[in-house]
């Protein structure tokens, strides 16, 4: 079974703030929430994780629930090079694998 | 640029060649990972290596062989492939600490299998 799920699609207008859903409502006690994205035909670039504190760093902010059953990245003023697939990820801190789903396809437009 | 580079970018070989594909880092890891990306499906970890030794075999078919010979470079060995076996191939490394680890991931190198 699928430890996160993600609506498939998303629009956004450039300059507009979007916000990516993340259900999790297995996730156990020691468990982080990584968020990673990829451009068509590029490799994953990660982009922040946290596990129980909102957490903001250059490219995005990550809210997390207070029970952590959900999340929501946060990408405060949208452009077109945001077109990407996003993938929220559940894992242990210490793990050195990570699981992708199929993420949502956030499509920015003028 | 992540610090992870992959030759070759692109590779189109026949059912019957031998090629390999080569990942080098820059970033001081000492894990190191290929995952393979099919077309419409999601991204497959197939190997991990840690310290240059193999802690992971995603049931790989033995046609796909890495080779960690350091902690900078890895390489995926290929021979008598399939059709199927096009796809996109990711090398990523990170650090291993006692606490969350962020992968870095590599351009890829696209390949057809013909």
């Known amino acids: 079974d699928a430890k996160t799920t993600q609506p498939p699609s998303m629009d956004c207008a450039e300059g507009r703030a979007a916000n990516l859903p993340c259900n999790h409502s297995?996730?156990?006690?020691?468990?982080?929430v990584y968020w990673y994205r990829q451009i068509h035909s590029q490799g994953p670039q990660y982009i922040i994780h946290g596990l129980k504190n909102n957490e903001t760093n250059e490219m995005a902010s990550l809210i997390i629930t207070e029970d952590r059953k959900s999340s929501t990245l946060i990408l405060p003023h949208a452009t077109l090079r945001d077109t990407a697939v996003y993938y929220c990820i559940v894992e242990t801190g210490t793990a050195s694998k990570l699981t992708f789903g199929t993420g949502t396809r956030l499509q920015v437009t003028l | 640029e992540t610090g992870v580079t992959q030759t070759p970018r692109h590779l189109v070989m026949g059912m019957t060649n031998k090629k390999s594909l080569k990942c080098e880092q820059h970033?001081?890891?000492?894990?190191m990972y290929w995952y393979k990306q099919s077309a419409k499906k999601p991204l497959e970890l197939m190997f991990v290596?840690?310290?240059?030794?193999?802690?992971e075999n995603n049931s790989v078919p033995s046609r796909f062989s890495p080779e960690c010979p350091n902690s900078s470079h890895l390489f995926l060995h290929l021979h008598t492939l399939q059709p199927e076996d096009s796809a996109l191939y990711l090398c990523?490394?990170?650090?291993?600490?006692?606490?969350?680890?962020?992968?870095?991931f590599g351009p890829g190198t696209r390949l057809l299998v013909l």
């Open positions: 297995t996730i156990s006690g020691n468990e982080y």
């Open positions: 970033l001081g890891h000492n894990a």
């Open positions: 290596y840690n310290f240059k030794e193999q802690t």
């Open positions: 990523a490394s990170s650090p291993i600490n006692q606490g969350p680890e962020t992968q870095y």
